[in-house]
């Protein structure tokens, strides 16, 4: 069964601020998606990220894989009240072509 | 503009009365998937269509059908929903050999 797991879990982080939300998972795969959830809305696709090594950056946030540690990030800079939202990684295992989630990383920024 | 449209936004049904969830799409994509979330928690698979192929995962209720009369509709069926079936039905798309997807704007579903 694959695995996506994302820590933490909850972040509440001051305004100006960096940091990194993680992204593990269990299985074969070089193919990894970065979701943004604002409450009771659907998600919006934010970074795809399709090889070892891809980084990707979108004003405040960059995404990078790191496919033979089955790991990617999410770096946060300077963090703005905007941001606040959960954000999920999701997989898909070279075997299939279905998402995977992780359980979400729900991020709170604070003045 | 292309789009993956889900009608209602809201559905408000009773407990064990039968209630459909539609999804259609304008950008012709071979795969279409339903996805439940519950409050707080991550999306998760209930099945998907590539092209006419259905493919269940193996934990998805029983209570749970879906049908894909077209490329461009697909519906899931909700047999005999349960208080516990209440969450956001999520429906997406996708073009076959790019996994990225396209969200709807999900269908809240209440059980009263």
């Known amino acids: 069964e694959l695995k996506v797991e994302q820590n933490p879990l909850f972040l509440s982080m001051q305004e100006e601020k960096n940091y990194t939300i993680y992204c593990n998972y269990s299985?074969?795969?070089?193919?990894l998606y970065w979701y943004r959830q604002d409450p009771g809305k659907s998600l919006e696709s934010l970074f795809v990220?399709?090889?070892?090594?891809a980084v990707k950056q979108e004003g405040r946030l960059m995404a990078s894989l790191d496919t033979k540690a089955r790991l990617s990030t999410l770096h946060i800079t300077a963090a703005v009240h905007d941001l606040s939202a959960t954000y999920f990684c999701?997989?898909?295992?070279?075997?299939?072509?279905?998402?995977?989630f992780g359980k979400g990383t729900s991020l709170l920024v604070t003045p | 503009d292309a789009m993956v449209i889900q009608n209602p936004r809201y559905q408000v049904t009773q407990f064990g009365k039968p209630v459909t969830l539609s999804c259609s799409q304008t950008?012709?994509?071979?795969?279409m998937y339903w996805y439940q979330q519950k409050s707080s928690q991550a999306p998760k698979l209930l099945f998907h269509?590539?092209?006419?192929?259905?493919?269940n995962e193996a934990d998805t209720p029983d209570n749970f059908q879906s049908r894909r009369p077209n490329t461009s509709f697909c519906f899931l069926d909700i047999r005999s929903p349960g208080l516990g079936d209440a969450a956001m039905y999520l429906c997406?798309?996708?073009?076959?050999?790019?996994?990225?997807?396209?969200f709807g704007s999900g269908t809240q579903l209440s059980v009263l």
């Open positions: 997406a798309t996708s073009r076959a050999g790019n996994e990225k997807l396209f």
């Open positions: 299985t074969t795969s070089d193919r």
């Open positions: 990220l399709l090889s070892n090594g």
């Open positions: 999701a997989v898909v295992p070279n075997s299939g072509y279905a998402l995977n």
């Open positions: 950008l012709n994509h071979n795969v």
């Open positions: 269509y590539y092209d006419k192929d259905f493919n």
